[in-house]
């Protein structure tokens, strides 16, 4: 399996986007499914967004609307941008690849 590296979070205030990255560094893996997944203190670990080996895109409902996934196969990179960002989306979050391929995470914390 590839290792992930999440990048890109930080503190940004509500309304604002960022745009996170996950990069395998020991093999290429954008042509997989590749899921976003969020985790909040005292919260269960939340799907947020995937895209399939043939592209396609899918999005939990708190999310659609406001967060894109996108890929880069020439860089083996998936990119999370995430836009009108709210309080309820600070999370740590994470990169996955089936079954149990899992990114470190990158803490993401949206002020009120």
């Given at each position: 399996?590839?290792?992930?590296?999440?990048?890109?979070?930080?503190?940004?205030?509500?309304?604002?986007s960022?745009?996170?990255?996950?990069?395998?560094?020991?093999?290429?893996?954008?042509?997989?499914?590749?899921?976003?997944?969020?985790?909040?203190?005292?919260?269960?670990?939340?799907?947020?967004?995937?895209?399939?080996?043939?592209?396609?895109?899918?999005?939990?409902?708190?999310?659609?609307?406001?967060?894109?996934?996108?890929?880069?196969?020439?860089?083996?990179?998936?990119?999370?941008?995430?836009?009108?960002?709210?309080?309820?989306?600070?999370?740590?979050?994470?990169?996955?690849q089936?079954?149990?391929?899992?990114?470190?995470?990158?803490?993401?914390?949206v002020?009120?």
């Open positions: 399996q590839a290792q992930l590296v999440e990048s890109g979070g930080g503190l940004v205030p509500a309304g604002g960022l745009r996170l990255s996950c990069v395998a560094s020991g093999s290429p893996f954008t042509l997989r499914l590749t899921d976003w997944y969020r985790q909040a203190p005292g919260k269960q670990r939340e799907w947020v967004a995937g895209i399939s080996s043939g592209g396609s895109t899918i999005y939990a409902r708190s999310v659609e609307g406001r967060f894109s996934i996108s890929r880069d196969n020439a860089n083996n990179t998936i990119y999370l941008q995430m836009n009108s960002l709210k309080v309820e989306d600070t999370a740590v979050y994470y990169c996955h089936p079954p149990a391929n899992w990114g470190q995470g990158t803490q993401v914390t002020s009120s």
